[in-house]
């Protein structure tokens, strides 16, 4: 699986909240009047090279569907940040984010109980 872009990670979470789109559901769903219809096109072209989707028409449209779950992409690409970045250790990972002031107590003890919760 080849990592996205910014751009193509940006315009994905779009598709993948739509389910199946056209090109101009995601353009008027950005909704910024500065970036052209024809850059977006240019992402979703990218996006299908990439396989990330699948293409059908329908009458005299092109619709688009996720081809890769959000789940999966962000499984995949977050475990080689672990791998990479944090010796391959979860714990590691919650812990820079504790250290950093990202991650709170309350939440730590959520995470807790959804692991708890998952055991059972």
């Known amino acids: ?3 996205l872009t910014h751009p193509e990670e940006k315009i994905m979470l779009h598709i993948w909240h739509l389910g199946e789109c056209a090109i101009k559901d995601v353009h008027d769903r950005i909704g910024d009047p500065k970036l052209p219809y024809t850059t977006v ?3 979703f072209s990218n996006l299908e090279n990439k396989g990330y989707l699948n293409k059908s028409r329908t ?3 092109k619709v688009f569907t996720p081809k890769i779950s959000e789940a999966s992409y962000k499984r995949h690409f977050l475990s080689g940040v672990v791998k990479s970045y944090f010796d391959n250790s979860y714990k590691e990972l919650v812990s820079f984010f504790a250290k950093e002031h990202k991650i ?3 939440e730590l003890e959520e995470i807790i109980r959804l692991i708890e919760k998952k055991q059972k």
């Open 41 to 43: 096109a240019s992402v």
């Open 104 to 106: 709170s107590a309350e």
């Open 59 to 61: 009458r005299n449209m």
């Open 1 to 3: 699986m080849e990592k």
